[in-house]
């Protein structure tokens, strides 16, 4: 694959708790979005299934237990800098423990849509929180 060629894939998993979803601010230090608003999201590894890296990225971001809808709720072309990128949205329901924050993020809240729309997050993930709550 040349460089012009390359192609990012990245997951988000949008936690629910009730009728609130969890916001993931990204860490003011970040290579790519910067402070941004989101749900727990990471780039696939070669080789590793979309859903093993939701899982994945739940427990390395947050620490906790969730029960990942297996089929995605969605899947948009974004962009990680000047690179084009694939992102696959799983829909999870919380299940229980303290949300630990990594070094990738510097705050978190659990939302309504209304708020989590407020905060800045991406019109795609806007518009599934609304349709998810």
């Given at each position: 694959m040349s460089e012009e060629s390359k192609q990012w894939v990245a997951v988000t998993v949008l936690v629910v708790r009730g009728a609130s979803v969890l916001a993931m601010q990204r860490a003011s230090t970040a290579e790519a979005g910067p402070r941004l608003w989101e749900g727990i999201s990471g780039r696939v590894r070669p080789g590793e299934e979309p859903l093993d890296a939701a899982r994945r990225e739940v427990q390395?971001?947050?620490?906790?237990?969730?029960?990942?809808?297996?089929?995605?709720?969605?899947?948009?072309?974004?962009?990680?800098?000047?690179?084009?990128?694939?992102?696959?949205?799983?829909?999870?329901?919380?299940e229980g423990g303290d949300l630990v924050l990594s070094s990738e993020h510097d705050a978190y809240r659990w939302c309504d849509a209304q708020t989590f729309s407020e905060l800045g997050a991406p019109p795609e993930l806007v518009r599934l929180v609304r349709e998810h709550l």
């Open positions: 390395e971001e947050a620490g906790l237990n969730v029960q990942i809808v297996e089929r995605p709720i969605a899947v948009y072309a974004a962009r990680r800098a000047d690179e084009p990128m694939t992102v696959i949205v799983f829909l999870a329901q919380y």
